[in-house]
């Protein structure tokens, strides 16, 4: 297989298709990234929404999980929450289920795919992807081709650093917008601010960022034009921000109820000592 076709199976999706409004379990109208259903069964993202495997920022868990395993049959992909710090309890009880993982290895590449959620179970709502692909001896892209192929699917990204900051183990390239989408200015020693961006497989927060991707391109040290492997995300700070403030006002509000129903219950008991 040529190397531009093998890079276009990475990058390729599950295409892009026109959204609409939907209404959630109160009825009421949320302006979240609505998917269609593509007549294949697939998952279509809202026009013009970029996607990493054919996963949109604002798609459900389900949609997510559709999507990962239409863009790749070989993918096993599935609800991976994490425990511990961070991860909010529910009101039954339970852990949010706040991530889902994907991925798929053969003797060419290792491809790994994390999907960041929130939201109440059956709510579930993507605030960012990243993936992660290691080629291995034998299915190695030209670093020049890898940044056509993202160009061809993402438009321009713009070298993240200027060429004096940059390592000379990888090439960063990218571009951060603002929650209105215009593109984010520069910092006075020339680099594209990294507060919009994901890290560490959490998704940005930031009300004041709209949508951001990222690419991360390592560079073979015995062959610097070939890409060793490939770190890409996509975010959308402020809608995730927005996501993360009306769950958790949610749950606290569920939270109280409980307490007022539990308070309501004892006004009537008399104790006895």
Known sequence: ??????????LAGC????????KNSNGETVDTASVAPAASGCPKAPANAPT????????????????????DAGYRADYAPRSGSGV???????????????????????????????????????????????????????IDKT????????GALESIAPPEMSSALSEEIGIARDNSGAPLPRTSDGRIPGHCWGSNGYAARDA?????????????????????????SLDNGSYAA?????????????????????????????PSF
């Open 208 to 232: 004041q960022c709209g949508v951001s991707i990222s690419a991360r391109i390592g560079i073979d040290s015995s062959n610097p034009r070939l890409a060793s492997n490939m770190q890409l």
């Open 88 to 142: 909010p309890w529910l009101p039954d009880g339970t852990y949010m289920r706040v991530s889902i993982a994907g991925g798929r290895s053969d003797d060419k590449w290792q491809d790994k795919v994390n999907v960041e959620l929130y939201g109440l179970k059956g709510e579930e709502r993507v605030i960012g992807v990243s993936r992660e692909i290691f080629f291995y001896p034998g299915g190695q892209p030209l």
């Open 242 to 270: 927005k996501v993360i403030q009306e769950t958790d006002a949610k749950i606290a509000a569920t939270q109280q109820q409980a307490k007022n129903a539990d308070t309501a219950a004892a006004a009537d008991r008399t």
């Open 15 to 22: 295409g892009d298709g026109p959204g609409n409004e939907a």
């Open 52 to 71: 990493i495997q054919g996963v949109a920022i604002g798609m459900t868990g389900a949609e997510a999980i559709a999507a990962l395993k239409c863009a």
């Open 1 to 10: 297989m040529a190397i531009g076709a093998a890079m276009m199976m990475l």
């Open 147 to 154: 940044k056509e192929q993202l160009a061809e699917k993402y």
